[in-house]
């Protein structure tokens, strides 16, 4: 059974870092990972995602250039580094994936079967 587990969220100030830790477990050592967000009374976006390998990483204009995601093979556990962080940035910040066990990144929430239970980043105006 696929679980995903975040960790490394909290309140921070305009400008600051955070990283992101999301632990695996269940056999999804090669599965494409996906972070998504979600901010009060919005839905659910795209942050980015990489591949099985870490070779391929995509990411939403909005976060390009300040957030970093890579992943530890042998920990089973992908990361985001946030640097830059803005008020905008302020949501629950989600881990997934990939269905089927596909390798490859994607944009689109529904191409992800497994969810972590989330975690808040707060960056105050």
């Known amino acids: 059974q696929v679980q995903l587990v975040e960790s490394g969220g909290g309140l921070v100030q305009a400008g600051e870092s955070l990283r992101l830790s999301c632990a695996a477990s269940?056999?999804?050592?090669?599965?494409?990972m996906g972070w998504f967000r979600q901010a009060p009374g919005k839905d659910r976006k795209f942050v980015g995602a990489?591949?099985?390998?870490?070779?391929?990483?995509d990411y939403a204009d909005s976060v390009k250039g300040r957030f970093t995601i890579s992943r530890n093979g042998a920990k089973n556990t992908t990361y985001l580094q946030m640097n830059s962080l803005e008020p905008e940035d302020t949501a629950v910040y989600y881990c997934?994936?990939?269905?089927?066990?596909?390798?490859?990144?994607?944009?689109?929430?529904?191409?992800?079967?497994?969810w972590g239970q989330g975690t808040q980043v707060t960056v105050p105006s």
């Open positions: 990489i591949s099985w390998s870490g070779g391929t990483i």
């Open positions: 269940g056999g999804t050592r090669n599965y494409a």
């Open positions: 997934a994936a990939r269905a089927n066990g596909s390798r490859w990144p994607s944009e689109n929430s529904y191409a992800y079967a497994y």
